[in-house]
């Protein structure tokens, strides 16, 4: 999901002027490239927002202490093969849901071009998809070792009190998109326990077995990142009419975005992208929060394979949810999605207890980059 808004528009909007704020603004660096001499010390200063502060260290490679290295062992004989296999078994049962209520029904050919039929599933088909969807989605959190999830409504004080707001038609319709910050590929499980909407994902996920076909069930909109071609238009366009038909049409299923654009260690909230907010229409912003001790949960500057490994291993694993009130446009932002995107991020950050930071994705690669050059010199 790194980066899966990044496409939305052609150009990248330049960055408001920041509203007064008594957090801590995070600059961009420039910054040496892996083959120069740094220090650990001053990438984390740098880089605050993608560093592990957890006891596996950076890129998952500490050195742990004995007794942890005991836990982990012990986890890899017991508690990852069962795991795995649950794990599995729910994923070929949630594909085979998604085959046979396809059959017949969904679109004849494979092309993304063929993804609004499966999003537009009607009747019985679409109730069995989202239920089954949902029902799966929080037994394989549960199975990663989130046995409760605790969730929390959070009513700000300066939220949706103005004049402007009040009164609004669009106040008696329901939010078009999910804005939350991203944190891990966990974050996806959530949501689709809990409201089931359509995100938007890697082209190439459409063709990989088993996930393929469920990202088409959930109505997933795919995009190229290579392609610098009118694909952007395409699908930024496609974005926003799906938001409006959300907001507009109790039965469509529900956009949900990460405006971040990839994934930070929890602590921090990067600049939104606008793709989310150019259909006006209001949103629902839900934060997500995960507790550790040891492993952490956020998928930053650690492998996709080492990420999977150290969760499984972890007894138990902990998430908090906050959702805030449904967010409705002033007509100042409804003229600006810039200042939309900004305004809902500066609520975000102020609930959810972040810092805001204003760099992204470029910055988290050079970080990585280092990381691994660095790594390499060892």
């Not at 599933?121 to 959190?141: D, P, Y």
């Not at 998109?177 to 959530?190: G, K």
């Not at 291993?313 to 949810?321: D, P, T, W």
């Amino acid at each position: 999901m790194e980066s899966e808004l990044q496409d939305l528009n052609a150009k990248p909007p330049k960055q408001p002027d920041p509203t007064r704020d008594d957090r801590p603004l995070l600059n961009s660096v420039s910054v040496p490239s892996a083959a120069a001499t740094i220090s650990i010390t001053e990438l984390e200063n740098k880089f605050a927002p993608f560093v592990r502060r957890d006891a596996y260290g950076a890129m998952g490679r500490g050195k742990l202490p004995t007794r942890e290295k005991v836990l982990l062992g012990l986890a890899l004989v017991t508690l990852v093969p069962v795991r795995l296999v649950a794990a599995t078994a729910i994923l070929v049962v949630y594909y085979l849901i998604c085959r046979v209520c396809t059959l017949c029904s969904g679109p004849n050919r494979e092309e993304e071009e063929d993804q609004e039929g499966y999003a537009h599933l009607v009747g019985w088909r679409r109730i069995v998809i989202v239920q089954c969807g949902r029902a799966l989605s929080r037994l394989m959190l549960f199975v990663l070792g989130f046995y409760w999830i605790s969730k929390s409504y959070s009513i700000p004080q300066t939220h949706a009190t103005t004049e402007e707001n009040k009164g609004q038609p669009e106040a008696m319709g329901r939010p078009g998109v999910i804005i939350s910050n991203h944190v891990s590929y966990l974050d996806i499980f959530y949501h689709m326990s809990s409201s089931f909407p359509s995100f938007v994902a890697k082209r190439s996920v459409a063709k990989l077995p088993l996930v393929g076909l469920i990202s088409k069930c959930l109505g997933c909109i795919y995009v190229q990142r290579e392609s610098k071609s009118s694909d952007f238009k395409g699908v930024s366009a496609v974005v926003t009419e799906r938001i409006r038909e959300a907001h507009q049409n109790m039965s469509a299923p529900m956009m949900m975005l990460f405006p971040e654009g990839t994934t930070t260690n929890g602590e921090f909230l990067l600049p939104f992208k606008t793709g989310g907010f150019l259909a006006t229409a209001p949103v629902l912003p839900v934060i997500l929060n995960y507790h550790y001790q040891r492993f952490s949960p956020a998928w930053d500057s650690i492998s996709g394979v080492r990420h999977v490994i150290f969760l499984l291993c972890q007894f138990v694993n902990y998430m908090e949810v906050i959702q805030l009130p449904t967010y409705y446009p002033s007509q100042q932002e409804k003229a600006s999605a810039k200042v939309y995107a900004n305004n809902v991020r500066r609520l975000m950050a102020s609930e959810g207890n972040f810092i805001l930071s204003d760099i992204g994705l470029a910055e988290k690669r050079i970080y990585h980059a280092t990381l691994n050059g660095l790594s390499s010199q060892c």
